[in-house]
């Protein structure tokens, strides 16, 4: 559902992405994981489309970014770190506004807005301008708009940002319900516990490479390490960092 083969991204002198190849199958839960600047959010800005890569290729859903890529984002849904709303709308014409630029009718927009909006706790804000509102309710509005189409692939970067942690547990109950019901979430976070609990596999980028890819357990094995995700994490990194180092010794 998610393909990219040999993908690179270059800015100058600086290589964002570098190589990277990565399958993510129909209805899973993939979690990437990295320091700051490792690249993934670059890697998502490919695959929604806002970026297009130095060389390599993206594909979601069947159909390749740069050669097909309304057909891709007609099936996908996107929420950023910090999304963008139109802050004069309320969140009620918000949400109709995006159903409507994915062609939805009004009679879907009503029925999935009525299903996810008590989800998300948003029946008291529906009227208020979206300027008035908290980051946290700013970002259930954008997840609600997000699934409102039923997205066959759902991106998401640091979604949890500025979530309580009641609305953040509804985020995960939501987005695994849909991953069961043949979704493919793919979702950047620093906060392990989330990868640890919800996701099926797990990839680990740094410094623009996939350094380790697998479930938790295959993870724990490759780091060597005995426990929760964060040991393995700080293991696999601290030897890619080390590997990068030796090698830049050896070149001089």
């Known amino acids: 559902m998610i393909e990219i083969q040999n993908l690179v991204k270059k800015f100058g002198d600086l290589t964002a992405v570098n190589g990277l190849s990565l399958r993510v199958e129909p209805g899973e839960f993939f979690a990437v994981l990295g320091p700051n600047a ?3 959010t670059t890697t998502i800005k490919i695959l929604t489309g806002l970026m297009k890569p130095t060389s390599g290729t993206a ?3 069947g159909f390749d970014l740069q050669t ?3 057909e891709a984002r007609a099936r996908m849904a996107y929420v950023p770190d910090f999304p963008f709303l139109y802050d004069k709308l309320t969140p009620w014409e918000f949400l109709r506004f ?3 630029i994915f062609r939805l009718d009004d009679t879907r927009i009503e029925r999935s807005a009525r299903e996810l909006i008590p989800r998300f706790n948003l029946e008291d804000y529906l009227a208020k301008p979206i300027e008035s509102l908290s980051h946290g309710t700013k970002q259930r509005v954008a997840i609600v708009a997000a699934l409102l189409h039923d ?3 759902c991106i998401l970067d640091e979604p949890m940002v500025g979530l309580d942690p009641h609305h953040s547990r509804v ?6 319900e849909r991953s069961r019901r043949g979704m493919t979430v793919f979702i950047s976070t620093h906060q392990l516990s989330v990868a640890e609990e919800m996701a099926d596999r797990i990839g680990i980028i ?3 490479k996939l350094v380790a890819l697998g479930t938790h357990e295959q993870l724990r094995q490759q780091s060597g390490s005995d426990g929760a995700l964060e040991k393995s994490f700080l293991n696999l990194t601290a030897a890619e960092a080390n590997l990068t180092e030796e090698r830049a010794a050896m070149r001089k």
């Open 206 to 208: 740094h410094q623009g």
């Open 68 to 70: 097909h890529p309304l």
């Open 59 to 61: 594909s979601v859903a």
């Open 38 to 40: 490792a690249g993934k």
């Open 171 to 176: 985020v995960k109950d939501v987005l695994k």
């Open 98 to 100: 995006t159903g409507r």
């Open 151 to 153: 997205p066959e692939v």
